[in-house]
């Protein structure tokens, strides 16, 4: 390779052990592990993990580490650095990866914005990025000897026999601060026995990858490209295709809109037929923005927000968004179910009264067609009294209760009357 940045491998796994959820009473399962490396010094570049799979929007996350400062990101899990002890910010000439996940139009601001070469390995060919498939190992062998909960052969050895994955202790912080500290350990002070040395490296210069990396910045060709964080977040969101309606911008089932938006008049027919063909950059940790762009190979964007229709999104991620539309498509598709062997009941009764109603019918009228019809009116009075007496003498035996004892607090005067106490209330006091 011709420098540090001229080429970077990005590949995942799923790590080789159980997490307990942050209350420390249920277990998660095995989390997402990310690991981008630099081919030229063999320095962890940058890293993702979580309990999302593997995909691009989880790749865009790790390469976003890789490309920015991780001193931020150390102290957030109590690990103090300097940029000279992780210096790998900016973007690299070539980025190797499987082709599900860095394939199709999503990278394609990458490669436009920065000039980034996409190198996609053949299928099945897990051995084309052998540098990053060997630290999925060396980076797992730090903890395992350690840590309760690592996967081993089998769940239980025998009948009566202990399941690993009720071991599990660390809760997903925990693994991270640990994967973490030993990214920083590699980094700096692991020894590359079997690193293929150039004749012009120095032979009293210590293969670890930190010398490495440092020693190819000043001496060899490939360094990073510098950008500003904001254009290479831009560039790395994942994105997809929005339609515009009269409720906003559709994405995902959400609609937004913006200022922008609204001057537009795209939201409008007018007559003519709407926008198409539009995309929108989209941050998967937070639904309530959206980032559209007007113009095609444009890096101009309208910042979107959600609006009232869609308010139930705010303040979650895509992720929920998506688990929430998956149990509102679940919970329709059950009523619609339900509705529909009611309908089916609701056809049968209808047929079946029908029925009976046509068997009800006097097969001839007395009245001639045109009585019939005139006597419509004087018809509908008489059914309406009819009703009207029926509901009456309906009302009147449900009120025809006997009536119950009244008890009297004095004793009861004799023709009946309520007593008088208007003598002991205001006459003299004797």
Not at 140 to 169: I, S
């Amino acid at each position: 390779m011709l420098g540090p940045g001229s080429r970077y491998e990005i590949d995942a796994t799923i790590a080789d052990i159980y997490l307990l959820s942050a209350d420390r009473q249920r277990i998660i399962g095995r989390p997402t592990l990310y690991v981008v490396v630099d081919v030229f010094s063999r320095m962890v570049a940058g890293f993702y993990i979580g309990l999302e799979n593997p995909s691009y929007v989880t790749a865009m996350s790790a390469l976003t580490t890789s490309m920015s400062s991780k001193t931020e990101l150390c102290a957030r899990y109590g690990l103090e650095i300097t940029s000279e002890q992780w210096p790998t910010v900016g973007v690299p000439d070539a980025i190797l990866a499987d082709r599900g996940e860095l394939l199709g139009y999503q990278i394609e601001s990458l490669e436009k914005a920065f000039g980034v070469r996409i190198e996609l390995t053949p299928p099945y060919r897990g051995d084309a990025k052998g540098i990053v498939e060997r630290y999925f190992r060396t980076l797992q062998a730090e903890f395992k000897p350690f840590v309760p909960g690592v996967v081993t052969a089998t769940k239980v050895r025998k009948q009566g026999g202990k399941d690993y994955r009720l071991d599990a202790t660390l809760t997903l912080e925990d693994f991270t601060r640990i994967m973490l500290a030993s990214i920083l350990h590699r980094n700096q002070y692991a020894v590359l026995s079997k690193y293929d040395r150039d004749p012009d490296i120095p032979n009293d210069m210590a293969l670890t990858p930190l010398n490495i990396w440092n020693w190819g910045i000043q001496y060899r060709t490939g360094r990073l490209k510098n950008v500003s964080e904001e254009a290479l977040r831009m560039a790395l969101l994942p994105r997809t295709k929005v339609n515009v309606s009269d409720l906003g911008i559709s994405c995902f089932g959400a609609y937004y809109t913006s200022k922008e938006l609204l001057g537009s008049g795209w939201l409008h027919r007018n007559g003519g037929r709407r926008v198409t063909g539009l995309q929108a950059a989209y941050d998967p940790v937070m639904a309530d923005h959206i980032y559209l762009f007007p113009e095609k190979d444009s890096s101009d964007y309208w910042v979107c927000s959600l609006t009232d229709r869609s308010r139930q999104f705010r303040g979650k991620s895509m992720w929920e968004l998506w688990s929430i539309q998956e149990e509102q498509r679940k919970a329709t598709n059950a009523a619609k179910v339900s509705e529909t062997t009611s309908k089916r009941d609701l056809e049968k009764l209808v047929s079946k009264t029908l029925q009976d109603a046509e068997r009800s019918r006097p097969a001839k009228h007395k009245q001639s067609k045109s009585e019939q019809t005139r006597g419509i009116r004087d018809n509908r009075m008489l059914e309406r009294d009819a009703l009207r007496a029926e509901k009456t003498k309906d009302r009147q035996f449900k009120s025809s209760k006997p009536k119950s004892d009244v008890t009297y607090l004095h004793e009861k005067p004799d023709d009946g009357a309520f007593p008088d106490f208007l003598d002991e209330l205001f006459g003299d006091d004797e």
